[in-house]
């Protein structure tokens, strides 16, 4: 799951503040993101986590009523971030530059009704986000690829290695469930209220349809309380290697719940992040970016 604005209608007001959010330059220079430490995330509901690096290999893909957004970053093995709920993929920009830099071709997707995508009237699933990642894959002729996956986007990764275990190498799945047990009552904090004003003002910079911004979480909101429901019997059957990474301070995932993932998938191992939460890319990315680049580098080449 990634943040259910629907769960605190207090939150679902502040909608009406993106028009007043300053929202800044995806070019203006920022820290080297080694250096970044926002725990509060007052920083990045100012400024943004770092721009993402300019790039021409970017555009569409036209899959199931949407238009899914795709950019695609350096070379060498392929790995795909996707971003949580209600985000984007400039949520990924602490981690794209450490990607790159270390040897691996990023594909980032904005999520169907996220970001620069478009969405129709059809009910959100798990299953759908990652027929769209698939539908990506095959447009860039990308045989096979590592997964990072943040909140809805661990979820969607998850999925994806169950339904085409031939097209992921591996799965970082960091800050979801996949079940209803999994997820604490919602607890509002300052620092989800400075992430969701972040996700609403770039919505309504970044969204073809600026003002569904209220109608667009409803519809997020209604699969994070529903799904994903696997069994254990569902989870012993996804062969790929998996990284469970969880924030020992997440607001919504219980750590038991990790571990409780990381005893039932075949091939999965567990790591804790301690002094961070949910939004750990953005808190400290030198410290979940250290995580990844570990994890890509136990996964084989082809």
Known sequence: MGFDASQNRDYLGKIRLCR?????????????????????????????????????????????????WQAQFGSGAPVILLHGGLGNSGNWGYQVPALVEAGYAVTVIDSRGHGRSTRDGQPYSYDLLAADVLAVMDEL????AAIVGWSDGACAGLALARSHPERVSGVLFFACNVDASGTKPFVPTSVIDNCFSRHVADYAALSVTPDDFKAFSEAVGVMQ??????????????????????????????????????????????????????????????????????????????
């Open 20 to 68: 007043d959010f300053h929202y800044p330059s995806r070019h203006k220079p920022m820290d080297a993101p080694m250096t970044i430490t926002d725990d509060d995330l007052a920083r990045f509901a100012a400024q943004g986590a770092a721009p993402l690096p300019l790039t021409g290999r970017q555009g569409y893909v036209a899959h199931r009523g949407a238009r899914i």
């Open 141 to 144: 002729e990308m045989p096979k």
């Open 225 to 302: 309380r529903t799904l994903p429901d696997y069994s254990p019997a569902d989870l012993a059957g996804i062969d790929a290697p998996v990284l469970v990474l969880q924030s020992t301070d997440d607001e919504f995932i219980k750590t038991e719940h990790a571990e409780y993932l990381a005893r039932t998938l075949p091939r999965a191992r567990l790591r804790l992040l301690e002094g961070v939460t949910h939004f750990a890319p953005l808190q400290r990315p030198h410290l979940f970016n250290a995580e990844v680049l570990d994890f890509l580098a136990t996964l084989p080449s082809d």
